[in-house]
Nanobody, 125 residues
């Protein structure tokens, strides 16, 4: 699966952004699609994931309530809607795909086989 993220940019604290991840190469049936982020000087961390077939969602505790994840099967695109952004949300956000049979709901990066190149989000005070 090829993944291309978009929608990042510069936003003031308290603002909102919607990131998009366009997938291609195959259908996403039974896949888990996830978003991760890596802030400056930080480890990559899980943000949210969605089961493409079931629509089941999982969120990192650090972002719960501030993000929503959704998918559009017709467009093969997964979205990450973020609100009330804080400077600590500044990071490169990556989209990732985990095949059926993986434990994608754990949010563990090694469960995801395919990754996009990321989109930069910068939140200013």
């Amino acid at each position: 699966v090829q993944l291309v993220e978009s929608g990042g940019g510069l936003v003031q604290a308290g603002g909102s952004l919607r990131l998009s991840c366009a997938a291609s190469g195959r259908t996403l049936d039974d896949y888990g699609m996830g978003w991760f982020r890596q802030g400056p000087g930080k480890e990559r961390e899980f943000v949210a994931a969605i089961g493409w077939t079931t629509g089941t969602t999982f969120f990192a505790s650090a972002v719960k309530g501030g993000v929503a994840i959704s998918g559009d099967n017709a467009e093969l695109t997964v979205y990450l809607q973020m609100k009330n952004l804080k400077p600590e949300d500044t990071a490169v956000y990556y989209c990732a795909a985990a095949p059926g049979g993986s434990s994608w709901w754990t949010g563990l990066a090694y469960e995801f086989d395919d990754w996009g190149r990321g989109t930069q989000v910068q939140v200013t005070v």
